[in-house]
């Protein structure tokens, strides 16, 4: 899936999409919400270059159309100039890896723009009022983000929910330890053609195993290949990689770029690394093995690795790996249905807690009592008994996957404590061994 949105009330903010919601909206002012035509991709492509800040080229469009589902893609009109679209939202089915491996349907948001001449109109709450309604009616238990501007989405619902971590690595510093096993696989580079069917395969598995993580559709490896374009995803052909064990089963990937930087007559080139998958410790090792030997290389950047991701302490000298500015939180989160979302997860411990959470947007109001088995399973339902904790919707929502702390939003006050050791009793039932992780923009 993956690639571009753009934010609430008039600024640039999100990413990319699919899917259903007939039916008309016209608002005080005349400007009417509704779906989209296939005929009418080119006006509504037109509307996200602009609230993106980007020129609108025809590639757009076309890009558009590889995705486009009816009803899925809204778009705002206003009467004084009908064939203008001012503003945009797009979304489209998924799944979500929860804690324990279970794929959690959610409704993946993205292409949200509102033109500068048209805010503080109401028109991304209506888009979204109208997009989680239908989610909701078609089953999906949670709706998910990438929030551009983190100020805009609490107020519909959403919390950050999983964070991704960024390192830049001098490989005259700090190289792979010789202590590291070398492993009995192999690793080759192929060819693009290669990597979308090997590598799509892969990541079906690899999901599975990573909390916070979402599927990826044939038009993301399309993208990512160079087999389909879109203006402003600047593409160019990667290096890719994979790992295969003794059996000859793919069990990772890497793919990365090297820039050509010479200081001095001397190279000072820097490999980014675009997207590193690896099932096993094997493959993990031996893909960044490769990653920080490439000749001319001084500097490895990797954007976007899970949050405990051992690279550091693979490395000779730990401190040769320094966390990048763009470290933050990444794939935010809004409940639905709050007894099929805490099911389909996985509990660390048994136990009991009842929640007070307040919801404007109704989803996840109510009182509930979260209760958790000795085997993992747990239910969360509606109860009348005193509540331990009182917290909102995104508070909830970050919660959900394990990345936040409860002790932590107490002690900022977005979590309210009405039983002593109620938020250490959260954590314990609901953070992960591994933290949640999303390495996709959509």
Not at 14 to 32: C, K, L, S, V, Y
Not at 145 to 159: D, S
Not at 292 to 312: C, E, F
Not at 431 to 437: G, L
């Amino acid at each position: 899936m993956g690639t571009d949105a753009a934010a609430g009330d008039g600024r640039p903010t999100d990413r990319h999409t699919d899917g259903p919601a007939e039916g008309r909206q016209a608002g005080q002012d005349g400007i009417e919400i509704r779906a989209v035509t296939a005929d009418e991709l080119p006006l509504w492509d037109r509307a996200v270059a602009r609230g993106f800040l980007r020129p609108h080229l025809d590639e757009g469009t076309e890009f558009r159309r590889l995705s486009f589902r009816p009803g899925r893609f809204l778009g705002a009109f206003d009467p004084y100039d009908p064939g203008r679209c001012v503003a945009t939202f797009r979304s489209f089915d998924t799944e979500l890896t929860v804690p324990g491996g279970a794929l959690l349907p959610v409704d993946a948001i993205t292409a949200v723009t509102v033109n500068s001449t048209h805010r503080r109109r109401g028109l991304l709450s209506r888009m979204m009022a109208r997009d989680l309604a239908a989610a909701r009616e078609r089953g999906a238990a949670a709706a998910i983000l990438i929030a551009a501007e983190y100020p805009i989405y609490g107020r519909y619902g959403f919390g950050p929910a999983t964070r991704n971590q960024s390192w830049t690595v001098d490989v005259n510093r700090g190289r792979l330890r010789d202590d590291l096993p070398a492993g009995t696989g192999r690793t080759d580079f192929v060819t693009m053609a290669e990597a979308r069917k090997y590598g799509a395969e892969l990541h079906e598995r690899w999901r599975r195993t990573q909390p916070g993580a979402i599927g990826r559709n044939p038009v993301w490896w399309q993208l990512r290949t160079g087999e389909a374009t879109l203006p402003g995803f600047d593409w160019r052909e990667p290096f890719t990689a994979l790992h295969r064990d003794a059996e000859g089963t793919v069990t990772g990937l890497i793919s990365y770029t090297v820039d050509d930087t010479w200081v001095a007559n001397n190279p000072d080139c820097t490999l980014t690394v675009v997207d590193f998958l690896a099932m096993d410790r094997e493959a993990a090792l031996a893909l960044w093995r490769l990653a920080l030997s490439v000749d001319w290389v001084r500097t490895v950047a990797v954007g976007n690795i899970g949050p405990d991701d051992p690279l550091p302490l693979l490395l000779t000298d730990p401190r040769a790996a320094v966390p990048a500015k763009d470290s933050s939180d990444f794939l935010w989160l809004r409940l639905l249905d709050v007894p099929a979302a805490f099911a389909a997860r996985s509990y660390r411990a048994p136990g009991r807690l009842v929640l007070d959470v307040t919801d404007p947007g109704g989803y996840a109001a109510g009182r509930w009592a979260l209760e958790t088995a000795a085997d993992g399973t747990g239910r969360c339902t509606p109860t009348e008994d005193p509540a331990d904790l009182a917290l909102d919707a995104p508070a909830l929502a970050s919660l959900y996957l394990g990345t936040e702390s409860a002790v932590r939003l107490a002690a900022a006050g977005l979590v309210a404590e009405l039983t002593p050791g109620a938020a250490d009793r959260a954590d314990l039932l609901l953070r992960t061994a591994v933290q949640a992780w999303n390495p996709d923009i959509f």
